[in-house]
């Protein structure tokens, strides 16, 4: 009689405690992505629902169910919608030179 190994779908959002490991985590995917806004606006809704999802929304003035879609993966949210949500999780973006 074998047991069977139950495996379950890693969740990055139940790894996210800290507003620090929110950051880091956001800035590695900033690197990391190569330029596509779709992964790095579902970085942010893996941070938006490590803080909370509703909570999110209010605070960037968005249904609940608008910020699921925009920050799904699935598609690119405009500018405005990922500033936003920047802002609402006490984030900042910033920029920096490289190869120069």
Known sequence: MTK??????????EHLRTPAEMA??????LDESGGDSAAVAKALGDVARARGMS?????????????????????????????????ALGLRLHAEAIGQ
Not at 4 to 13: E, G, L, N, Q
Not at 24 to 29: G, R
């Open 4 to 13: 069977k190994t139950k495996t379950s779908r890693y969740d990055v959002a």
């Open 24 to 29: 880091a985590y956001l800035e590695a995917v």
């Open 55 to 87: 909570e999110v929304a209010r605070k960037a003035g968005l249904s609940r169910e608008s910020l699921y879609k925009a920050l799904s993966g699935e598609r690119s949210p405009d500018f405005e919608t990922i500033l936003r949500v920047v802002r």
